[in-house]
């Protein structure tokens, strides 16, 4: 890190005249002991997990009281109970929910969390009451009831929070939830905004650093923080430099750098001086920013996206297993050597991995890299690998790659290092080429049933793959995984161009 922000780190305000930020470091950390410090960003996970939960826990409490008032009430007023009960637990679920209060470090506070559940508790009392009484209840009676209900609940709801905050404040949890922040920008307009995350901020961001292609007080380059991203992870990254320095135009010069990390990019709203209104401000702790880039998927649509492969695939696994036992034995008799074959492949945010194959080719002329692509009249593949190549068999051990979390069962597919396409490899002949790696590669996609599979010969072949992969990656939805899985096995599996 930048010798400036070293001195914040250590809890000591950079005087030196570089910075520029003396009075104004000095000036935030006596706001910080102050206790404004009060910032906070909704995780997309913690607050759909949390909604759930709350659901979970209201109907294990309907069912524990309506299991009580059976015991110590006559069996014909069961029904009332019943309804009243039922009732009042959909009254909960739909009472409007004030969401901002789930916002981190907001949801382990003790009253917010009393203003997040008050209302809708209350409310399902009332309407748990005003059943009974509409039902010619005695009110005394229905009161008593809706005490019931309303202590089931409460205790249910207050043993969730009480594991759920112990959760949320463990060292490691607290450093996952942590996003990570990358700043772009050499100037005094970058190190403030790095001292302001590092003394208010601390708590729900992490700096990573200062990058710039100028200045010496940086932590690296642009291209170093593009490889940082890769390798580390990154969750936002904020432009904060100058206009002098190329305003606008040298924004979207950066922005095009960064179209393969994998974060959201914001940029300071006094850079974007032409055609403002086309892009979104959003409030990023203290901060006013310009969103340029989102992550095409949020981390609860990776959730929904893998909690989706890892089930389809089991079940798939299990259906197919005498499948893979009969073409592995065939592959085993027809040519020497293993049953698989791994090879490596570029795949989410720009990793590498090995993908698990059916060999098809002989070992001994097998292609690892993929410097030369197969081809419809391969001498290389066997007899037995131009049946399972045309059938697209070959690729069904990749369900292994989604379980291992490498791969998902719909995405772009994911392509060998040395892969050339009009003589050049796949980055190089085109630049956009790079975004299909911001999403999970897949054992089939959008390109594949559109025709769009096999030998990639000419720039216009991998134009049209990247145009549908892109495509796909702006639409995704649970739904759309279906639509493509039942569309592969309806169309690619009988596809003239699988060889």
Not at 59 to 85: F, H, K, M
Request: net charge neutral.
């Amino acid at each position: 890190m930048s010798e400036a922000l070293r001195h914040l780190e250590n809890g000591e305000p950079d005087l030196s005249p570089s910075t520029g930020v003396d009075d104004i470091s000095s000036r935030w950390r006596l706001m910080h002991r102050a206790g404004e410090s009060s910032f906070s960003y909704r995780h997309p996970v913690v607050s759909q997990v949390v909604v759930l939960s709350d659901a979970m826990c209201v109907c294990l409490a309907v069912v524990a009281c309506i299991a009580w008032q059976r015991i110590y009430d006559t069996p014909e007023l069961s029904g009332a109970l019943l309804l009243a009960n039922v009732m009042a637990g959909g009254a909960f679920f739909l009472f409007p929910k004030n969401v901002p209060l789930l916002d981190i470090p907001d949801i382990t506070r003790l009253s917010f969390q009393l203003r997040y559940l008050a209302p809708p508790v209350v409310f399902g009392l009332v309407v748990f009451c005003a059943i009974l009484v509409m039902l010619s209840w005695p009110v005394g009676v229905a009161v008593r009831m809706g005490g019931e209900w309303l202590v089931f609940v409460v205790v249910a709801l207050a043993a969730e929070r009480i594991i759920g905050t112990y959760i949320l404040q463990t060292e490691a949890m607290a450093h996952r939830l942590t996003r990570k922040v990358a700043i772009i920008g050499s100037g005094a307009e970058a190190t403030q905004m790095a001292a302001r995350i590092n003394t208010r901020m601390q708590r729900m961001f992490r700096l990573v650093g200062i990058f710039d292609d100028q200045g010496s007080n940086v932590d690296g380059t642009i291209d170093e923080l593009v490889l940082r991203g890769r390798e580390d992870g990154i969750d936002a990254v904020i432009m904060s430099f100058p206009p002098a320095e190329g305003g606008q135009q040298h924004v979207m010069d950066v922005l095009w750098r960064l179209r393969g990390v994998l974060a959201d990019v914001y940029v300071v709203p006094t850079l974007m001086t032409e055609d403002c209104h086309f892009w979104p401000v959003e409030r990023f702790g203290p901060f006013s920013l310009t969103v340029l880039q989102r992550r095409p998927l949020s981390e609860w649509d990776m959730l929904e996206k893998r909690a989706f492969d890892l089930s389809a695939s089991v079940l798939i696994l299990i259906a197919i297993s005498p499948i893979l036992a009969l073409v592995a034995l065939a592959i085993k008799l027809d040519s020497r050597g293993p049953v698989l074959f791994c090879q490596p492949r570029q795949g989410f945010n720009n990793r590498y991995f090995n993908v698990f194959k059916f060999r098809s080719m002989y070992t001994d002329m097998a292609d690892s890299g993929a410097a030369r692509q197969t081809s419809r009249t391969d001498p290389r593949v066997t007899r037995v690998g131009r049946v399972i190549r045309r059938l697209s068999i070959d690729e069904l051990p990749q369900l292994f790659n989604v379980l291992r979390g490498e791969m998902s069962l719909v995405g772009p597919r994911p392509h060998a290092p040395q892969t050339r396409a009009g003589g050049q490899l796949l980055h190089e002949a085109m630049e956009e080429y790079v975004a299909r790696h911001r999403v999970q590669p897949g054992i089939t996609g959008w390109a594949q049933i559109n025709g769009s599979r096999g030998e990639l010969v000419t720039r216009e072949d991998l134009r049209r793959r990247v145009v549908l992969d892109l495509e796909y990656i702006r639409a995704w939805s649970i739904w759309l995984d279906m639509k493509i899985i039942f569309l592969t096995i309806k169309r690619e599996i009988f596809s003239r161009n699988a060889f």
